[in-house]
Structures are given as structure tokens and as C-alpha cells.
């Protein structure tokens, strides 16, 4: 299709100008031995909250497909690790082409302007952290890390590495699902604040850190997705 050559060929275009410089650097980077148990922990757990999740996940999908119609999955461009460039996976909780509108802004104004794109169910996924259930399949596909700092679109990391000078070693590890930042903070937290949380994680990287935030992250979206239960029925 041409839209998907148009965007393929940005990626490319991407990849070959500023992530260049940046990929070598992860690279050469030493690999752990953790990092394999990690890695195990990821595609076990990872099966295992997919299949926990897939009597949600059919319901979801069928609610979006009613209430906003297609598609039901949100797939946009996100700086993996060693700078390689994937399709993340969420089901969609904004309007059609939101993303382009959304496009030149960060942090708080970010926040505040995709409150008018939600969808009817949109911003209660967004909320309890259920659009996110199909990113298992990014982690079972090597993509992302259940733990990790978050992915981020290319036409940012530039801007980023740019303005935070330590921010090119987020590509040392995968992107995750979740990440200390998350866990600690809100979204509106400052780049810079979320990137010394990265940070932490990238030097960390220990198997106890690991379960401590898949945990965390659990226990939290339990307790929104209560809520949000709860508030839609009031």
C-alpha cells in the first residue's frame, strides 16, 4: 500500500540518519548473563499474562470494534533496542489519525491534548493500562522487555539525545512494557526525571528489580481496573 511504503521508507530514512550514530554505541555495550534470564523470564511470564488476559482481551477488542470501529489495533513506530525500529501493538483509545495530530507535542501538553482524542471506551483502557495487553505479543516477539524504559516514537529520540545527552542508552536494553518510571511516577513526570528512573534500570538490571516492578505494575493495574469498574457504574 502506499501509505505503508511512505512509511516505510521514513523509518529507513530515520534509522539512517540520527539512530546510526547511536546503534554502534549500544552495540559495543557488554552483554550481562542476566540478561538471558531475563529474557526467559520475559517469554515465560509474557505467555502466561497473554493467556491470563485473552478473556479480556476478546471482549476489548469486540467493544472497540463497536464503539469506534476499525481498526482495533493501534500500531505505530517505536526506537527499540540497538536502535531498531518496531510496530508497537495497544489496542486503539484514540480517534482515527489522532497520532498526527498528537504529533509535535510532549510531556504535560501531550497529556492534556489527547484528553479530547479518546474514544468513548478509550480513556478507560488507557487509565487501567488494559489498551496495552496486546504489547505481550511485542514482548514474545523479542521487540520489548516486560520491564524496561518505555518506547518512544523515532521523530523524538533526535530531539531527546539531543537536549539529555545519556538518553542514546535507553538503547542498550529493550523497551518495556512497564519500567521504574512508570511505577514511581505519573505520566506527566519530566523526560528527565523519567530518564534517571531508565537509568537506574539499565545499570540495575537485576532479576530481583525485575519481579519487584512486574509486581508493582500488576498490583496497580488491579487496583485501576477496579476503579474504573467501579466509576462506570456510578
Not at 517469554?43 to 463497536?66: D, G, K, M, N, S
Not at 540497538?82 to 484514540?94: A, N
Not at 509535535?104 to 489527547?114: A, H, N, S, Y
Amino acid at each position: 500500500m502506499p501509505g505503508q511504503a511512505s512509511q516505510g521508507s521514513s523509518i529507513c530514512g530515520i534509522e539512517d540518519t540520527f539512530i546510526r550514530g547511536y546503534r554502534q554505541l549500544a552495540l559495543e555495550t557488554p552483554a550481562r548473563r542476566r540478561d538471558v534470564l531475563l529474557r526467559v523470564l520475559d517469554v515465560l511470564l509474557a505467555t502466561l499474562f497473554l493467556l491470563l488476559a485473552l478473556p479480556l482481551a476478546v471482549p476489548i477488542a469486540l467493544i472497540v470494534l463497536a464503539t469506534s470501529g476499525r481498526p482495533v489495533l493501534y500500531r505505530g513506530a517505536r526506537v527499540g533496542r540497538g536502535g531498531r525500529v518496531f510496530t508497537m501493538l495497544k489496542f486503539r483509545t484514540l480517534r482515527s489519525d489522532a497520532e498526527s495530530r498528537l504529533g509535535p507535542f510532549l510531556g504535560e501538553e501531550l497529556v492534556r491534548r489527547t484528553e479530547d482524542e479518546f474514544t468513548s471506551i478509550g480513556k478507560w483502557l488507557k487509565a487501567t493500562q488494559l489498551d496495552e495487553i496486546p504489547q505481550f505479543i511485542n514482548v514474545l516477539r523479542g521487540d520489548m522487555s516486560l520491564v524496561g524504559p518505555r518506547p518512544i516514537r523515532p521523530v523524538f529520540f533526535e530531539e531527546l539525545a539531543r537536549d539529555l545527552p545519556a538518553y542514546w542508552q535507553r538503547l542498550i536494553v529493550r523497551p518495556g512494557l512497564t519500567g521504574l518510571a512508570q511505577v514511581r511516577r505519573g505520566y506527566e513526570t519530566s523526560m528527565a526525571e523519567k530518564l534517571a528512573h531508565d537509568l537506574e534500570w539499565i545499570a540495575d538490571r537485576s532479576v530481583r528489580l525485575y519481579l519487584r516492578t512486574v509486581v508493582a505494575t500488576g498490583w496497580r493495574v488491579l487496583r485501576q481496573s477496579l476503579r474504573g469498574l467501579v466509576s462506570s457504574g456510578d
